[in-house]
């Protein structure tokens, strides 16, 4: 598997002396792409050691990991259950493009409560879960696990030890984990949530065994799945300047945010800057819906 790092040439760079490269880990997989991929390697590999055929998951109406996780099934001869938060979504599936899309893989759905979601850890719920699906293998919401992080800390390869920045977007953290790892000594790794809150902190320090990084919490845009008119027209102006596709919940929001550095002059010139495209892009389809309801530009 062969990924690309993809030099970025815009005005601001050059005025500002930064060179920026993207690694392009959306192309691995329609679908099973970026970090989604790199974390259900290992996790796959585990479950069949295991002797496990179906694979028990959770996330939300527009989640990727919902859609990889499906579609990994289906390539790899996996049965597939996603726990779905939001009892609301049962009777119209259909209608959101990437439960459509995770079904037509082959995953059977159980919807369940916000509330009972939010206990989806406790014994009681696995208790039940068990009783209704019998054996099967469970990967976190999200992906993020130690197999996950191991995946993840295969993005970087001997190439990119030039570069002094490494940016990634943070949902669960285990990607920054895994680019924390394996980094060069010399190496920063900017991580920019797409939720709001501290509580990633802990949660990365989890599975980060070195202190190199860092979380620059201010390009949320008001948290998970929030978007507005400024974030939509930067990733389309972003594409047609690059021919590049960014999603509109983490990557773009992480390239918005790097490139509002960038002019502020957060970083020294001369600084070598490489991107991570984790993936993603099957949720723009759903995003555009949203956007189309409350009457906002759409995504290119």
Not at 2 to 25: C, G, M, P, S, Y
Not at 79 to 86: A, E, S
Not at 158 to 177: E, Q
Not at 241 to 257: C, R
Request: with cysteine; glycine share 10%.
């Amino acid at each position: 598997m062969k990924v690309e790092n993809q030099k970025i040439d815009l005005a601001l760079l050059r005025e500002k002396e930064i060179t920026l490269f993207i690694k392009r880990e959306d192309a691995i997989h329609p679908i099973i792409s970026g970090n989604k991929y790199r974390k259900l390697k290992y996790n796959i590999k585990e479950a069949k050691l295991l002797g496990n055929d179906t694979l028990l998951t959770f996330g939300g109406a527009y989640s990727n990991h919902i859609a990889a996780t499906a579609c990994v099934g289906k390539e790899y001869g996996f049965k597939t259950i996603g726990i779905i938060r939001g009892e609301e979504l049962s009777g119209k599936w259909e209608s959101n493009p990437t439960l459509a899309l995770a079904k037509e893989q082959g995953m059977h759905f159980h919807f369940v409560s916000r509330e009972n979601y939010r206990e989806k850890e406790e014994p009681y719920f696995r208790n039940e879960l068990q009783k209704n699906f019998g054996s099967f293998y469970t990967i976190p919401e999200g992906g993020t696990n130690d197999l996950a992080v191991k995946g993840c800390e295969e993005i970087l390869t001997d190439k990119d030890k030039g570069f002094n920045v490494i940016c990634s977007c943070v949902g669960t953290g285990g990607t920054l984990a895994g680019l924390s790892n394996s980094a060069a000594q010399n190496q920063t790794i900017l991580g920019f949530p797409a939720l709001k809150g501290d509580f990633l902190k802990n949660d990365i320090r989890k599975f980060a065994k070195n202190e190199n990084w860092k979380l620059i919490s201010d390009y949320h845009f008001g948290g998970y799945a929030k978007i507005n008119a400024n974030l939509v027209a930067f990733i389309n102006n972003f594409k047609r300047e690059t021919k590049i596709q960014l999603d509109p919940i983490y990557t773009g929001k992480m390239v918005y945010g790097l490139f509002d550095l960038i002019a502020k002059d957060y970083f020294q010139k001369g600084t070598k800057i490489l991107l991570i495209h984790s993936g993603g892009l099957q949720g723009i389809h759903g995003m555009n819906m949203v956007l189309k309801k409350k009457n906002l530009p759409l995504l290119q």
